[in-house]
Every structure is written in C-alpha cells, then in structure tokens.
C-alpha cells in the first residue's frame, strides 16, 4: 500500500510524538512509540512540515477591519444549544479585531451577537462566526460519538479548539483545561435497577489536546470535510496506541 502524505497538523502530531518517545516517561515513551507505529503505517513523514501560505488564514484581512462603536450591528443569531459556542465566537472576533459584542434577544429562541463594527464588514464577520460555528459543532459531535466522551468534556473540547484557532495553546507545564467531576446519579433498587456500565476498552483522549491542532486547521481554512478527517485519523491511532 502507497503511503500517504500527512496533513500539517498530523505531521505536527507526529513530532511531538517522536519527542515524547525520546524523553517521556518510561510509559509515555510505550504510548508515543504505539501511536508513531500507527501514523507510520499510513503515512510517510520525509522532509520537514509543511507550511501553510498566509493567505489561507481565516482572519486574513484583520487590519482591514475596523471597531466602529457607535452602532451594534446584528453579525449571526443562535440557538440556545449553541450557547457555550456563541461565547467562544464572541471572544474570538475580540481577540482577532478588537471588534466589541453584546447579546442582544432575536426571533423565537435564539439570541443575536450584535457587534461594533462596520456594515461593509459584517459579511466578513458572519463568515468567519459561521465557520467557528459549524466547525465547533460536527467536530464535538463527532468526537463525542467516537470516543464516548461525557458531557463534561464539551468545554475542554471547545476551548482546545478555540486556542488552536487563535494560536494561543498551554504553554509547556500549564495544566490543561479539565473537565467538572460528573454528577453521582442516585442509586436505583429493586428489580429494575440498571445494570452497572459497561468499561470502555480503551483509554479516552483528552478532549483539549485533541481539539487544539484541529483550531489550527480551522485557522488555515481547511475544509470542514479534511479537519474531521484529521480528527478520525487521530482517533484511530489514539485507540491503537492504548490498546
């Protein structure tokens, strides 16, 4: 079988991998190693990683755009379950363009981020809350039924996301982003008390370190279609490496 070429942030994956393997600890080594085999058998890493042109960036144009805090234009209604993602928008189009927002109640259910900033810049802006918006959602869905993460890890997920989008991960020893202990369920008696669940066979990746190179792809505009296949591509190696 012909190997294949990796995508940038698997071949980033890779290197961190092959660090881990030379200086971890003795069962980090074990894990790098399993996973190294796994990524090699599919794909072949000669040369150094690739480079991404600029102009793929999805805030390309950033100093085009221009606070205007004398109206709040309406830039994108959401839905209440969209709520935890809203705010990473929000933060991400302050952090990107020093453009402010306020929530503001829209039609039916949903609530409208208005922000101050031009009108001939709100299609730009709506552009880029809808790729985080989209983005956010399939990828937690998708990593949610793959590695059946629990409700807890949606925040470490979304914030690993949106530190790779903005090019701010954890620095080396800052402690991840972990998820809130899960709510003890009472205890049912009696004949239909459920049975006790069943063990995962593997290991769960951590939702952030996952997320984080996935945001980097977001940032360099690749399609939606190649970061979730990114994100089943680390999947499967995580699952063979802790088998």
């Not at 552009?127 to 807890?152: C, D, K, M, N, Y």
């Amino acid at each position: 079988m012909k190997l294949q070429k990796p995508p940038p942030n698997i071949h980033l994956r890779y290197i961190k991998l092959k660090t881990m393997a030379e200086r971890g600890t003795v069962h980090e080594a074990a894990e790098a190693k399993n996973k190294l085999a796994a990524l090699e058998a599919k794909y072949t890493f000669t040369g150094p990683a690739p480079k991404e042109r600029d102009e793929q960036d999805l805030f390309a144009g950033a100093a085009k755009i221009k606070p205007d805090a004398r109206k709040y234009r309406p830039v994108y209604a959401f839905d209440l379950k969209d709520s935890e993602i809203a705010a990473f928008a929000k933060w991400a189009l302050l952090n990107a363009f020093r453009i402010e927002g306020v929530w503001r109640n829209g039609n039916g259910n949903k609530t409208e981020l208005c922000v101050g900033a031009r009108e001939a810049d709100l299609p730009q802006l709506r552009h880029i809350v809808g790729v985080i918006v989209e983005s956010f959602r399939r990828l937690w869905e998708q990593f949610r039924t793959g590695t059946g993460a629990e409700p807890a890890d949606e925040n470490p997920f979304y914030r690993g996301l949106y530190d790779g989008l903005m090019r701010d991960p954890r620095k080396d020893g800052e402690s991840i982003p972990k998820p809130a202990p899960p709510k003890k369920r009472p205890k049912r008696r009696g004949k239909g008390a459920a049975a006790a669940p069943v063990a995962r066979g593997h290991v769960r990746p951590h939702a952030y370190e996952v997320a984080c190179a996935l945001g980097e792809e977001i940032r360099l505009n690749h399609p939606l279609e190649r970061v979730m296949e990114s994100l089943e591509t680390v999947l499967q190696v995580e699952g063979r490496g802790a088998a």
